[in-house]
Structures are given as C-alpha cells and as structure tokens.
C-alpha cells in the first residue's frame, strides 16, 4: 500500500540523554497530504529532532508519531525510510559522477529522470556548464562545486526517489533567494498530495508553507501562516524584524 505522508505528531516528548533536559516538549501538529510544513527557530529549538522522529532515528520518550494514521513503530523501517526523501544542510556527496550523485540508491532511475529532477533542483544549468556535464566526477565530498551547487545535486536526489514525505533541512541555505523560490515552486509540483517540511533560518525561504511552526527550547511557541504569524507580534514578528 502506498505510503500518502501524512504525519501526524501527539503530544510527543524527545529525551536524548536521561540527564538532559528533553530536547522536544509535547510537540503536537498535524501535517496532511499536499502541505508544506515549515519550521523555525533559534538554534538548538528541535527542528532537526522533530525530522529524525519521523524516520525513526530516534523514539519519543513520551507520544507518538503516526504516518497515515499509523504509528511508525508499526512500518518496516526500511519501507518507510524509502518514502522519505532527507536534503541536510551539509549534503553528502560521493566521489563519482554528477548523475551518479543524483541517482544515488535508486538503481532503477533513467537519465531522463535523472535531468528532469535536476531541472526542478535549478541544477541542470551549472551541471551542462560543466566541461562533462552530468558525467563530471565530483571529488572527496563534491570538491570543486560550490555550497549551493552540492546542495542543489542533494536535493535532484531527494526528488529522484519520488518521496511521499520530504525534509529539507537548511537544504537551501546556500542557495541565493530567487534560485530558492524556483526550486521551491518546483517541489510544491512535485510533492502535490505529500508532504514536505522545510526548515530554515530566514523567513524568506517559509513565507510559502501552509503552516509554519515556531520552536523554541523543545516547545512550539506559535503556530500559522506568515501573514498570521505576523500579526502575532511574537517570535516569529521579532525575527523578521531583525
Ligand atoms: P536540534 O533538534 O538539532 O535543534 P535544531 O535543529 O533546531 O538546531 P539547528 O538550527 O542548530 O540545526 O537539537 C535540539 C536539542 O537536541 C539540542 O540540545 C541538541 C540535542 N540533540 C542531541 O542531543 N542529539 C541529536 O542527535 C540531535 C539532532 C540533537
Ligand atoms: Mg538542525
């Protein structure tokens, strides 16, 4: 059965460490098919947390976590995992080829998919610029492309595997603000009946979500759209002003 990407959070609490605080503090959101979940907040708030719940790198001390309804503890881990697509912050590269790159882990992917999932990523431009185009060999940890660049080949891939749920974590924070918009217009086509979470520090790359939640220290502190959340005169309010 074909995982939709609902996810669903119920009063869940993370504690990594039995000494330390809890890292999430009763984190309670519902995130339907089609949305775009955004997160923000100071560093260190549990964004990255409330990401790895979903994958199942972590359990929560208290709560659970649903996907469809269902529980995670209840899927193959492998199963679920396959259906969601992890852009980090600092993209993992291989030393091979570009389009190797891309099709990372999906065997069954074509070339056609291939450059199409770079062309929603803004990448297909820079890559056909390159002397081998798509058949460049990147060196250790994609040496000779800049930040953006690797996180633009990270996120072709994330699209490859056609996720149903799908992070971006800071994934575009070297990315200049107007390449960021079309790659984001291109995954809200993409992800049409699934659903991303995008984590950011500036506001700019939220303004899009459905609902964006405000952490802080483990809690979420304000939640709703950009135009809400800024007449809050909250949290949120005070980071756009900065
Ligand atoms: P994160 O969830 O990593 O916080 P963040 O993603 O909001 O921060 P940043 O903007 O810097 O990426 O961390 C929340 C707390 O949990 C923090 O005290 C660190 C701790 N933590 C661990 O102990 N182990 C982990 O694997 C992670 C991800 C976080
Ligand atoms: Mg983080």
């Known amino acids: 059965e074909p995982i939709k990407g609902h996810v669903t959070f119920n009063h869940v609490t993370l504690t990594y460490t039995k000494d330390d605080d809890s890292a999430l503090k009763d984190i309670c959101f ?11 907040g100071s560093t ?7 990401t790895q719940l979903i994958t199942r790198f972590y359990e929560p ?7 469809d309804n269902r529980s995670v503890k209840d899927y193959n881990i492998k199963t679920l995992r396959k259906h969601i697509g992890f852009v980090l912050q600092e993209p993992f590269l291989f030393s091979t080829t570009i389009k190797e790159n891309i099709a990372y882990g999906n065997p069954d992917v074509t070339d056609h ?3 199409d999932a770079a062309k929603r990523a803004q990448a297909h431009e820079f890559i056909m610029n390159l002397p081998n185009g798509y058949e460049t060999m990147l060196g250790e940890r994609g040496m000779g492309l800049s930040g953006g660049q690797k996180q633009r080949i990270a996120i072709a891939r994330a ?4 996720p149903s749920i799908l992070v971006l974590d800071d994934a575009t924070s070297a990315v200049d603000m107007e390449t960021e918009f079309k790659i984001q217009k291109a995954l809200k086509e993409v992800m049409q009946g699934r659903t991303s979470f995008i984590i950011a520090h500036r506001i700019s790359s939220l303004k899009h979500a459905d ?4 952490l802080d220290e483990g809690q979420i502190v304000e939640r709703g759209t950009h135009d809400e959340l800024l007449n809050n005169d909250g949290q949120y309010k005070r980071i756009y002003d900065i």
């Open 44 to 50: 260190g708030a549990g964004k990255t947390s409330i």
């Open 113 to 115: 998919q291939i450059m």
């Open 61 to 67: 001390e208290i709560g659970e976590v649903l996907v």
């Open 159 to 162: 699209i490859c595997i056609n």
């Open 30 to 40: 519902d995130a339907p098919p089609g949305k775009v979940i955004g997160l923000i």
């Open 211 to 214: 609902e964006i939640l405000v």
